[in-house]
C-alpha cells in the first residue's frame, strides 16, 4: 500500500445553480498514475481547478501530502510540487520557447533580488544552472530545433508540449495534465505516453485527464469515471473496461472494442 | 553589439559638456535627464508587468518634498499639542529617505490595487496623486504650500581621494544625473534579466499559467511598483536640489502624462526606450519654444507624438530593432528580440 499523495474529499463545485462537482471523494496514491475520464462537461477540468486552487469548492476539502489545500492560493500550490497543465494550449506567446522554460523554472535557483542586482557569483552560477536545465527540458520533450522560436508560433501540438515541458520545469512531485495529447497526432500522442512514463519513473505522481482510450488504458494504474460531476466508477484499467456503468455512460460500443 | 551601443551613448553624453557651452541648454539637458530618470521608472512598472500608474509623479514629488524637507529642517505643529522638529540634514542623507519613502508609498499603493488589478491600479495612482498635491498645498506648516520650500541645499558628495564635492555648477549637476541615470539604467536591466524580471513577464502574458508555475502575482507586482517608486523617488530628490525650490505644481498630471508620453513614444518595454522618447520630449519644447507661440507648441508636441505612434507604433527602440532584425535575417524569419538572446551574448 503506498502512501496517499493527493486526497480529494466529499468536493463539491456549483457554479450559481449548476452542478460542476458534487462529492466526489478519490485519492492518488504516491507515484501511481491515475486517469480521470468522463464525458465532456463531466467535470474533469473543474475538479483541476479545485484542486490546484482556481476555484474555490462549494463544499469539501483537498489535501496534499498531508497539508489542506483549502484557501491557499494556485501559486502556494504550485510551492508544494503540485503542477498542473491546460487543456486549452497555454504558453507565453511572445517568448522563445527556451524563454517559456527559463520562466517555467520560477521555483528553482532563486537568489536574493540584490544578489541578482549585483551579479554576485551565487547569482551568476545560479543562472547557469538554469539555462542548463532549460536546454535539457527542451531536448526532453524534442523541440531544439524550435527553442528559439517564439512559442506563439509553434504548431498546436508543440505548444502542447510546450506547456508540458513548463510544468516540468517547476519540479512537479505531482503533475496534473488536462487532456495533453489531444491536438496531437499519432507519432507525438506515441512519444507522449513514452514521456509520461519517464515522467512517473523519476517518482512524479501523474493525475491525468485524457479522451484518447488507448493511451489512457495503457498508462494508467487506476482509472476514475466522472459523469455529470459524480463518480460512477473506480478501479484499473481492465474493470473500467467492463463496467457496465460506465460502458453506458460513456466508453459506447466502439470504445469497448478498443 | 547592445551594450557596445551603450556604451557609445554614456560615452557622448558624457562629452556633451566638452563642447555645449549654453547654459539654457545645459539646464535642459539636466531636467531632461532627471524625467527620464522617472520615466525609466515608469516603464519598469508600464513596459515590464503592464500596470499602468497614472500617478507617477507622486512618488517623484514625494522624494522632492523628503528630500528637501530632510535638508532644509523642519518644525511643525502636531494634534495634541505635540510638535516635530527636524534639524537639516546632509542633502545625500534627504536623498536616502526620499527613495525609502517614495518606494513606502509604492508598496502602500501596490497593496491596496494589486488584489484588484487593471483599471482600479490606475484609479488608485491616479487618487494617490492628487491626495499628496493637495497635502503638499494645505499643510503649508510643513511644505509652505503654493509659497514654495525655497533654498533647497545643493547636494555634496563624498568623492573618494578628492573630500566632499557640492554640486553647485551646471557641469556638476550634469554629471551627479548622467551617473544616477546610468545607475538606474543598469538597476532595471540586471533586474529585468533577473528571475524577478522573467516572473514579472510572465505574469504579463500569461497570468494564469505563470501562477500555475509558482509565480506569487501580489509579490512580484508589488516589489516592481517598490522599485519603481524608489527610483522615481531618486529622481525627484534630483530635481529638489537642482532647481532648489519646489511647489505642489510638481505633482501637476502634466507631468505624470509627459513621463507615459515618454516610455510609449521610446517603446515601452525596452530597456532604452524611455531614454529616447524622453530626449525627443525632453528637449523638443527647447527647441519649439524659440519659433512658435506656447498654443502652437502644443499642436506640434502633440503632432510628433502621433507622427512617432503612426510610423513606429510599438516605439521607436523596439519597432527600429525589430526592422534591423528583419533586414539582417530573411525576412520571413523575424528574430525575436528577446531577453535570452541577449544573456546568450553577455555570456558568450
Ligand atoms: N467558470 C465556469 N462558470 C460556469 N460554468 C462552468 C465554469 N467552468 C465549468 N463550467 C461548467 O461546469 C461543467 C463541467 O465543466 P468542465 O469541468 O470543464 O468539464 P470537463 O473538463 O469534464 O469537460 C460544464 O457544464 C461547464 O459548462
Ligand atoms: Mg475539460
Redesign the interface.
Known sequence: MTAIALKVEKVAAHFGGLVALSDMNFTVGEGEIVSLIGPNGAGKTTAFNVV?G?LDPTHGAVSYRGTALNGL???QI??LGL??T?QRT???????V??NL??????Q???S?LE????LPR?RSS??R??ERASELVEWVGLERRA?D?AGSLSYGEQRLVGVA??L??EPSMLLLDEPVSGMNASETHTFVQLVRNIRDRGVTILLVEHDMPMVMSVSDRIVVLNYGRIIAEGPPDMIRNDPAVIEAYLGQGATRA | MKSGIAILTVVAFASVPLWLRDPYLMNALITTGIFIIGAMSLNLLLGFTGQLSLGHIAFFGIGAYVSALTSLGFDVGLPFGFRIVHHPWPPIAGFVLAIAIAGLCGYLVGLLSFRVRGAYFVIVTISFAEVVRLVALNWVELTQGPLALTNIPSITVGLPGLGDLTLRTKLQNYYFVLAVAVVTYLLISRLVHSHFGRAMRGLMENETLAVSVGIDVTKTLTLAAVISAGIAGAAGSLYAHYIRIIDPEVFAFINTVTMVIMVITGGKGSLAGPVVGGMIFGLLPVFLRPIMAPKAQWIAYGGVLIIILFVLPRGIVPSLALRFAKRRSRPETVAPVTFSERDAKEHA
Not at chain 1, 541578482?116 to 551579479?119: S, T, V
Open positions: 490546484t482556481f492560493k494556485p501559486h504550485a510551492e503542477i498542473r491546460f497555454s504558453v507565453f506567446p511572445n517568448d522563445t527556451y524563454d527559463l520562466v517555467g523554472l520560477h521555483r535557483g532563486r537568489v533580488l541578482a542586482i549585483l551579479g547569482a543562472q547557469r538554469l539555462r528559439h517564439l513548463l510544468a520545469a517547476a
